[in-house]
């Protein structure tokens, strides 16, 4: 069987993203960012159980790893940024 978390986070890796390994609810995540983007993995074991839990799994990694706080920074940043170089 294909381990996907595994073979992602070679490819990912190998393009030059930052990988980690989470866990979320006991459910592993294999996170990847770089300089512009932030992304999770998850694996399903059926098609079934993606449709029925990807909602559910991204909303908690997303609360879990704070990103809400992260995006309201990283815009404020852009914000502040963007209007000192108007000036």
Do not use: P
């Not at 770089?34 to 993606?50: K, N």
């Amino acid at each position: 069987m294909i381990d996907i978390l595994t073979d992602s986070s070679n490819i990912l890796r190998e393009y030059g993203y930052k990988i980690d390994r989470l866990f979320v609810d006991e459910k592993e995540v294999l996170a990847f960012e770089d300089a512009t983007v932030i992304g999770f993995l998850f694996a399903y074991d059926s098609s079934d159980q993606l449709i029925n839990n990807w909602e559910k799994d991204s909303d908690r990694v997303i609360v879990n790893q704070q990103l809400g706080y992260v995006v309201l920074v990283k815009s404020m940043e852009y914000i502040y940024n963007f209007s000192c170089y108007r000036r």
